[in-house]
């Protein structure tokens, strides 16, 4: 038996964490550690960055966890986008200079196999699947490089040779089909 | 729900996208903070763009990970208090949590001088005329003072504050050297409050606004010996 099945489920767990269970933030981490982690190391292709994103992810789950709404269902979406708002702001901010500065070896990764791994990787009976697949291939390359790998427009514009207007529109295009064909 | 039009909608989307610079995050921030359609339609991205989380494959962290988490425990304490749900604050304040403290506390300062501004434009004719958002140590901003033309001037906690047993907040202004800090208010716990600058000059810029904990009933000297809470300069609203 897991730790996090004593609790029931993970929005549970996060409502424990708010009246201060320190058991219930390990349950949390014990199931979802390896899967922050790895969305994190995704993005920054750094293990110590990663690691480091992952703690304050935890952190702040133990110190705000009373600002979860506590819908069920919800609590993976909102750890996750704690990670994710983290991730970017070390992608965007002045932390990026640590990332130069960090000689760490790049992962194993070659750049952008991520976005065509991650086409794979989402079930078929996904509607996410199936409405990235009416894209056209240049532009849903473009959608998945940015969010597995936390590209800005301008990082895209470099990394594909493509002036930064276009790549602009081509999101933002992509972006409105999406929803169009998602719901 | 209310449509958004197409540059909202994208623009949302592009925030759970993460193809926005700090500054374009920041500003989608200060719309989320104000705006529940617009936020709601961030929370619709997100859960579209979920399934790609997903496919990450999942690294199983460093035993060492765990054990650096559990030693800053304690100093990361559960917030005790409910920010109320929905209010903008609480929203503002989910977004501000992940900021980085001192790269984005410019960015930052200006944000909440954003909404306090906007929000007060939405209420009508009251605006501040000079605004003086309060710092901690570690570069957040935890509550923001307005100065009105009409003489009024408040406090707003933008966070919980950890008051000990036997403290109360002192809330102290220093408009000259030569007078020195002066006791503008008392509270016991984190809650807007009226200030009172009766017996002081006009607040004018770069006039420093402090919170200290002091003993009950206030400073023993008149003057701050507590630990400071947070300080902030104030500016001119435009």
């Not at chain 1, 960055?49 to 702040?60: G, H, I, K, R, S």
């Not at chain 1, 979860?68 to 994710?84: C, K, S």
Request: glycine share 8%; aromatic share 6%; charged share 25%.
């Amino acid at each position: 038996m897991t730790l996090l099945a004593r609790y029931g489920s993970l929005e549970a767990a996060i409502l424990a964490c708010a009246s201060g269970d320190r058991m219930a933030l390990r349950a949390i981490y014990e199931a979802e550690g390896a899967r922050l982690l790895g969305i994190a190391f995704r993005m920054l292709k750094r293990r110590a960055a990663a690691e480091d994103v992952v703690q304050d992810t935890f952190l702040t789950l133990w110190e705000q966890a009373r600002r979860f709404d506590g819908r069920p269902g919800h609590g993976r979406a909102w750890l996750t986008t704690l990670l994710r708002n983290r991730t970017l702001n070390v992608l965007r901010g002045e932390a990026r200079l640590d990332l130069v500065e960090d000689f760490e070896p790049l992962g194993l990764h070659a750049a952008g196999e991520s976005a065509e791994e991650a086409m794979t990787r989402l079930s078929d009976e996904s509607a996410l699947k199936r409405c990235l697949e009416g894209l056209e291939e240049a532009r849903r390359r473009i959608i998945l490089l940015a969010f597995t790998e936390g590209l800005s427009h301008g990082e895209i514009a470099a990394r594909l040779g493509t002036p930064l207007g276009t790549v602009k529109s081509w999101v933002r295009r992509s972006l409105l089909s999406l929803k169009e064909c998602m719901g | 729900m209310t449509r958004l039009s197409d540059e909202m909608e994208a623009l949302a989307g592009e925030y759970a996208l993460g193809t926005l610079d700090a500054a374009e995050r920041t500003a989608v921030e200060a719309r989320m903070a104000i705006d529940p359609a617009f936020r709601e339609a961030v929370r619709a991205w997100q859960q579209r763009l979920a399934p790609l989380d997903d496919t990450a494959p999942p690294l199983v962290p460093d035993p060492a990970l765990w054990s650096r988490i559990e030693s800053q425990m304690n100093l990361h304490p559960p917030e005790r208090t409910r920010f109320r749900s929905g209010s903008w604050i609480a929203a503002l304040w989910d977004n501000l949590g992940f900021w980085r403290p001192l790269g984005l506390a410019s960015a930052l300062a200006g944000l909440v001088l954003a909404v306090t501004l906007a929000l007060t434009i939405a209420r009508g004719p009251l605006k501040p005329d000079y605004v003086a958002v309060l710092n901690t140590a570690d570069g957040r901003a935890a509550a923001v003072v307005n100065v009105y033309a009409d003489g009024t001037v408040n406090l707003i906690p933008l966070e919980d504050i950890a008051v000990p047993q036997g403290r109360i907040i002192e809330v102290w202004t220093l408009q000259s050297r030569e007078q020195g800090p002066v006791s503008i208010g008392r509270l016991d716990r984190a809650r807007s409050l009226k200030l009172d600058l009766r017996n002081l000059g006009r607040p004018d810029v770069n006039h420093l606004f402090e919170l200290t904990l002091e003993p009950p009933g206030g400073s023993p000297t008149g003057k701050p010996t507590g630990p400071i809470l947070m300080k902030g300069l104030a500016a001119r609203s435009i």
